[in-house]
């Protein structure tokens, strides 16, 4: 005292008056149970969670904790001389995944601190370590998800639905309602018909399928007498051997003279070998073979 003039020295804060402030009166992070009676502290940087002069962070100048956030750890320690900077009041430092490392981290960095925080530092860090495992051990497991269900979101959905039923039952029911009165001719003429003009429009095509059917008669008839008549068909080779009738060489040149490259020429049935037409038969059907020549030479040969 002699020193400062008899007086005390002046400090930044004072440990012993913001513990009593707090222990005392009101402290914000302060939580109480009534069985067993205990008094907890909600704040983050608190090293054991207990409301007491040894653990509270407002109450000591020299203050250090573990902190794990996304699945590492941090080393949070706090000093007097950064007390003014509240920006800069914590130190945080990164602490490595091995947990004989991290400890020797603590070591080092509180190697003059007191005991009783270094101890509690390592326990804590023991505990987030071992919270750390399960958490890994639970995410390689396959679980079930819980959602979360709103129940004014399914009452407004189930009203939804039953005014939507509601609404397709009674346009059902008036379609139905109306196509019986249709059928029952309520309506009459709601369609503005010439009833004369559609009867003539309906028996002409009755005319036309009866017309149809009778010609398809006639022509099944006719290609039935065909087949047991004197017309047949063969396959022929492209080779046409020299020994063959003079009859059959002229008419390949008959049909080959005058046709080009890949032209090709329709020959009738009807025809004779001379090349004179035949009567027509009415409705008889016509039968054409095509013929496609080359250059290179005679390609038909007429069995």
Not at 87 to 105: A, Q, T, V
Not at 291 to 299: F, K, V
């Amino acid at each position: 005292r002699q020193e400062y003039g008899g007086q005390e020295p002046v400090t930044m804060q004072h440990d012993e008056v913001i513990w009593s402030a707090i222990n005392q009166n009101f402290c914000s992070f302060k939580a109480k149970t009534k069985q067993p009676p205990q008094t907890f502290c909600r704040n983050q940087y608190n090293l054991t969670g207990l409301c007491n002069r040894s653990s509270c962070p407002l109450a000591n100048s020299q203050y250090a904790t573990v902190l794990e956030k996304e699945g590492v750890c941090y080393l949070y320690m706090k000093t007097i001389e950064r007390a003014h900077s509240p920006k800069n009041l914590w130190e945080r430092i990164k602490m490595p995944k091995n947990y004989m490392k991290s400890l020797e981290l603590i070591d080092e960095q509180l190697k003059y601190w007191p005991k009783f925080i270094v101890h509690k530092a390592k326990q804590r860090l023991t505990k987030l370590h071992q919270m750390i495992v399960r958490m890994r051990r639970l995410k390689l497991k396959v679980r079930p998800k819980a959602v979360g269900i709103s129940k004014k979101i399914e009452r407004r959905e189930a009203k939804r639905e039953e005014k939507a039923e509601a609404a397709a039952a009674l346009d059902k029911a008036i379609e139905k309602e109306l196509l019986a009165r249709l059928d029952s001719g309520v309506y009459g003429d709601i369609y503005n018909l010439r009833q004369n003009s559609f009867e003539e429009a309906l028996d002409g095509k009755e005319a036309d399928a009866d017309e149809d059917l009778d010609d398809g008669e006639e022509i099944s008839e006719e290609e039935e007498e065909e087949e047991e008549g004197e017309y047949e068909h063969e396959f022929v080779e492209e080779y046409v051997d020299m020994d063959d009738d003079m009859e059959d060489d002229d008419l390949a040149a008959a049909v080959g003279k005058g046709a080009k490259k890949g032209s090709r020429k329709r020959i009738t049935p009807e025809d004779d070998e001379d090349g004179a037409p035949k009567r027509r038969n009415k409705r008889k059907p016509r039968m054409e073979i095509e013929y496609e020549m080359e250059d290179e030479g005679p390609q038909l040969h007429l069995a």
